[in-house]
């Protein structure tokens, strides 16, 4: 998998995940940390043009830096849920398609200490590349599960008790109502569609993000930031807190 930007990259090189780093024309004190840690970590690097870096990102913003990386370790839902250290708390994704989104949520999933992110096989924008540098690195320490069918995930989350939360413009519960210190899954609609009909029926509750302004929703990203940052602040204080 290719990811590129200086963030991303330095990221994977810490994780120990970079197998090749395709380094451009330009220098500075970033650019030489980067090459120091490949050279401890017995990294390949290899100069080349910044056309050839234009090419591979295929116009991407790569700050002069491409890696080769190994794919994201793929998780299963049970592993997920058996490696969190205490109520797991996770993040399932219904068709999120701009990796800008997605390497947004996944950024903020690892500020908020999420345990695991699941994704749809299909309908899904690609980890690496633009997700991969909207993560700012992110992507190398995310756990992922990737699933064929949302719905029956839904199924299998809450067979092993865990509570999933949909998020919907028009529900009636607000989200700061509903009690994040339980085992909880929150789940995240499409850009603009929103949650599936049959991934909102599975869901055991829909919450709402009230909005005070003109605008009647927030980009999915932020809303998953609002969400779990909730959730973060009510396992540390309680619910209704």
């Given amino acids: 998998m290719m990811i590129y930007g200086l963030n991303p990259v330095l990221e994977a090189l810490r994780a120990g995940r970079v197998r090749e780093l395709r380094i451009g024309l330009r220098e500075g004190?970033?650019?030489?940390?980067?090459?120091?840690l490949a050279g401890e970590r017995g990294v390949r690097v290899r100069r080349v043009?910044?056309?050839?870096?234009?090419?591979?990102t295929r116009g991407g913003i790569h700050q002069g830096v491409v890696a080769l990386i190994e794919?994201?370790?793929?998780?299963?839902?049970?592993e997920l849920i058996r490696g969190a250290g205490g109520p797991p708390l996770l993040v399932v994704l219904d068709g999120i398609e701009d990796p800008q989104n997605?390497?947004?949520?996944?950024?903020?999933?690892?500020?908020?200490g999420v345990d695991g992110v699941i994704v749809q096989s299909r309908r899904s924008a690609s980890l690496g590349g633009a997700a991969a540098k909207a993560s700012a690195g992110a992507v190398a320490y995310s756990r992922i599960a990737i699933v064929v069918n949302i719905a029956r995930t839904l199924d299998e989350l809450k067979a092993a008790g865990v509570w999933t939360v949909g998020l919907a413009a028009d529900a009636a519960t607000p989200y700061n109502q509903v009690d994040f210190t339980l085992p909880t899954a929150v789940v995240l609609g499409a850009e603009?569609?929103?949650?599936?009909?049959?991934?909102?029926?599975?869901?055991?509750?829909?919450?709402?993000?009230?909005?005070r302004g003109h605008v009647d929703s927030l980009n999915v990203s932020v809303a998953a930031g609002v969400t779990l940052f909730e959730a973060v602040r009510q396992r540390r204080m309680g619910p209704g807190v």
């Fill in 192 to 211: 603009g569609s929103g949650l599936r009909r049959l991934v909102r029926e599975r869901c055991d509750v829909l919450a709402a993000i009230p909005m």
């Fill in 29 to 36: 004190g970033r650019m030489q940390e980067m090459l120091a």
């Fill in 71 to 78: 794919s994201v370790r793929e998780y299963s839902v049970d």
């Fill in 49 to 56: 043009s910044p056309e050839t870096l234009d090419r591979d």
């Fill in 102 to 112: 997605l390497g947004a949520i996944l950024r903020t999933a690892d500020a908020a």
